[in-house]
Nanobody, 122 residues
């Protein structure tokens, strides 16, 4: 069992930056691949970024070059640094953990945080 708690969401102006954190507890954090997803009102959760346990990172095209995922295994925390934010990034952001190989599909993740709201004003 893995428990995930996101923090760092809030209100930011367009062009600004925000860093989300996801603190994990439970089973060995380093053995999981970690992902960030976001959900717009009335939409399915969509992939944002993932950090494979072995070190590779993956990004959705919509955030590539603006967002960066990182992890600190000692602190059992994964981060999402978001820059050049636009109102189109407004969503609830979730972190998730998986032991599966495919990282872009939310169905492959067994553990989820409660989500944190990110609102970007124009």
């Amino acid at each position: 069992q893995v428990q995930l708690v996101e923090s760092g969401g809030g209100l930011v102006q367009a062009g600004g930056s925000l860093r989300l954190s996801c603190a994990a507890s439970g089973r060995t954090f380093s053995s999981y691949s970690m992902g960030w997803f976001r959900q717009f009102p009335g939409k399915e959760r969509e992939f944002v970024a993932a950090f494979r346990g072995g070190g590779n990172t993956y990004y959705a095209d919509s955030v590539k070059g603006r967002f960066a995922i990182s992890r600190d295994n000692a602190k059992e925390t994964v981060y999402l640094q978001m820059s050049s934010l636009s109102p189109e990034d407004t969503a609830v952001y979730y972190c998730a953990a998986t032991s599966q190989l495919a990282l872009r599909s939310p169905q492959n993740y067994g553990y989820w945080g409660q989500g944190t709201q990110v609102t970007v004003s124009s």
